[in-house]
């Protein structure tokens, strides 16, 4: 399998050839793509990770879009991060995961404001 970037007639694109058969994807069809792969992924075995793995390099996006809103069927809130190639992801967490997800961002927090000589 072959996935390139393409400049097809002045429209950005990308070129997947398996076994020399070829698709071009526009960024809709692209976007389309990553989200149904994301939801087959989904239900693969073995599983993602619960826990990042240390030997893996992920690709981290520095300062993403973030929103929050309250979650319309249950107690808790949603939480979209925008990932610039992956798009939008929603995590609903309830209330216990955003109390733990609360303390967990005020040590880091705390401590970089502290590093920083801003915490009395």
């Not at 390139?4 to 007639?9: G, K, L, S, T």
């Not at 610039?84 to 967490?93: D, E, N, P, R, T």
Request: aromatic share 4%.
């Amino acid at each position: 399998m072959n996935i390139e970037r393409v400049n097809e007639y002045g429209q950005q694109a990308i070129r997947i050839d398996i076994e020399g058969r070829a698709v071009l994807l526009d960024a809709s069809d692209l976007d389309a793509m990553i989200e149904h792969l994301g939801a087959l992924r989904a239900m693969m075995r073995p599983e993602v990770p619960k826990e990042p793995l240390r030997t893996h390099q992920y690709v981290v996006e520095v300062d993403p879009c973030w929103h929050t809103e309250k979650h319309p069927l249950h107690d808790g809130a949603v939480v979209f991060m925008r990932h610039s190639g992956l798009g939008w992801a929603g995590f609903a967490l309830p209330t216990d995961s955003l109390a733990k997800l609360h303390h967990a961002l005020t040590q880091h927090l705390e401590a970089s404001l502290e590093v920083h000589g801003m915490l009395n």
